[in-house]
């Protein structure tokens, strides 16, 4: 049996456990945190109104696209580390927007979610850090083929419908990561949901194509000679990567790969006005400031003197700057439209200085630190080193995300978001659904 027809199996008979529906449940939550924004208008964003005009016909297709735009919209989704990307804004859209045409169970709903991230973050291990490194953006590239094995198991396709519509999405798996720092960068989310429902409806029209070979096909020729196609089935659910390593939550509406970096700056400015001294007397003698990681990893974060909010999120230099000015990543100053001026001439102060004694990012991204070094004009050095791990075990409250999310609401609304986003019950999703449509 081809690797192709082995994972059709699993997506077909696995069942995930209550655990994995739990940790599904929060990741919704997570995922309405970070669009809702965005699909209410309540920060600049030119892109929405722009795809409306092409993609406004209310069909299955355009609504998972504009729903995945607007999910990635703000770089504030969840990530996955197996899966070197972001799951739930190509997984969710794809499901919600098939929900328009066939509505589901809540437990079919959450299975499907569940078993969609299962798949991502075994792609991202089966495709290895080649994928990206080579410039592929796995969110676009793996998260279609993850999309579309959601939509199989939500639609209770058979073994071999399965392995039709994932052949179907994985040759038409596109994306890249040339394209950060533009509003094509979330585009890539919802061209990724887009296409698996694409798949997912020629599937059911009856078209063919092939059920064997496809995957693998698709991993040889975007891995540079690194997958390891086996990783997709071995050890199935077990745990569920939905549960282990999990959904990571962004604290920060930032590529993730600089929030150890904020991290850090945050530390050291806490620090010194613990001490009892002054923010203007940090910020206006810090001569220079200096950030080590592990060789090439600000593979992400590669923007260093950035134009405009949207690749601001990419520069390290930005973030750092911007957390030790205002104590926090601010939503206002990381979205379209022009630069804080406020924050450009301590940026221009950053220095990126990879350690090459440490293990190449590529090995190992678990591994990613950043030491940020600020130096005082009276040669006082302030250092802090933060680590992604730490970063990890710091957690993000969903809650709370969510309730700043939805701060803008009120009344008889706010309560049907809040009610809905427990997702219960079937009528939950039902009512979510329709405050998500686009």
Known sequence: ??????????????????????????GVKDFLAASWPVLQGQVPDSGLPALRTVYGDGSSRSQALLLGYAAHALDYDDFHADFRGHPSVVILPALFAWQQQQPAEIDDFLDA?????EVAGRLGLAASQQHYALGHHNTATLGTIAAAAALARLLKLDVRATAT?????????????????????????????ERAVTAAQLTLAGFDGKQD?????????????????????????DPWRIVTPGLEYKPFPTCAGTHSAAEAARILRDSWLSAGNSLEALLDNITDISVAFPPGGDIAASVTTPTNGIEARFSLEYVIAAMLIYNDLRLEDFAEGDLNRAVLPLAAKVRRTPDESAPPDAINPALRFHLVTLTLRDGTQLQHRRTRQQSLAAGVDVESKLRLALSQESGERLQQLQQSSELQTTADLASLQQLLRI
């Open 1 to 26: 049996m081809s690797i192709t027809a082995a994972l059709a199996e699993l997506i077909v008979h696995s069942q995930p456990d209550a655990a994995a529906r739990d940790a599904a449940r929060e």
């Open 113 to 117: 979610y569940a078993i969609g991230v």
């Open 165 to 193: 519509l994932l052949g179907i999405a994985t040759t038409q798996a596109s994306g890249l990561r040339a394209q950060f720092g533009s509003a094509v960068k979330p585009l890539h989310a919802g061209f990724a949901a």
């Open 213 to 237: 070979g496809v995957i693998e096909a698709f991993l040889a020729a975007s891995s540079n000679g690194a997958a390891q196609p086996e990783r997709l089935i071995a050890q199935w659910g």
